[in-house]
């Protein structure tokens, strides 16, 4: 799979509107892949370019259950998205009850400006959200074994109630050998 990844990146990486992607297995084996689009318009482009039938067929046969495909033009970035250097990235999926606090746990100024200080560790985050309430959210770190140190970190209180009042059924997926592509 990775290799086949690396090849329709490749084929792509000088596409006007392609980001970069996150990819990774899980320890269940589980491929993830979060792809970055300036704007739907080149995602669809990207869908419909010569040999997209074909790489989708070959990913196909690779993958042993169905792909779930989540879409969005409601992204959020926290620090840029993330980095291309990320030895860990934790991908959480799940129903928001408030985008709009989601929202603005991942991007205002004020709640950001603790982070480098509390979770150096944290290179950034992405929050993606679906039209059907669901989101995705990608978190880079440094590495994992200060990820999981910083867990154990107590949020503020405030913080952390905000966070329950803005999400249900998170599911927690471990990208613990990520690898990354970026537009050239």
Not at 3 to 30: H, K, Q
Not at 31 to 43: A, E, K, P
Not at 117 to 139: K, V, Y
Request: glycine share 8%; aromatic share 8%; with cysteine.
């Amino acid at each position: 799979m990775r290799t086949l990844v690396e090849s329709w990146c490749s084929g792509i990486a000088d596409e006007e509107g392609w980001l970069g992607g996150t990819y990774g297995f899980t320890d269940d084996n589980r491929f993830v892949g979060i792809v970055r689009f300036t704007d739907s318009r080149s995602c669809i482009a990207a869908a419909q370019r010569p040999g997209a039938a074909a790489f989708w067929a070959e990913a196909l046969e690779l993958l042993d259950s169905p792909v779930d495909i989540h879409q969005s033009d409601d992204v959020t970035l926290m620090f840029d998205g993330g980095a291309d250097d990320a030895g860990f990235v934790q991908v959480l999926t799940g129903q928001l009850k408030d985008a709009a606090q989601m929202r603005y746990l991942m991007a205002d100024q004020d709640m950001t400006a603790m982070l480098p200080a509390s979770r150096p560790e944290i290179l950034g985050a992405t929050l993606a959200i679906s039209q059907d309430g669901t989101f995705t959210e990608t978190i880079a770190f440094t590495d994992e074994a200060l990820a999981r140190q910083g867990e154990t970190i107590r949020m503020p209180e405030q913080v952390q109630r905000t966070l329950n009042d803005a999400v249900a059924d998170v599911a927690y997926l471990d990208l613990r050998n990520p690898w990354f592509a970026s537009h050239r």
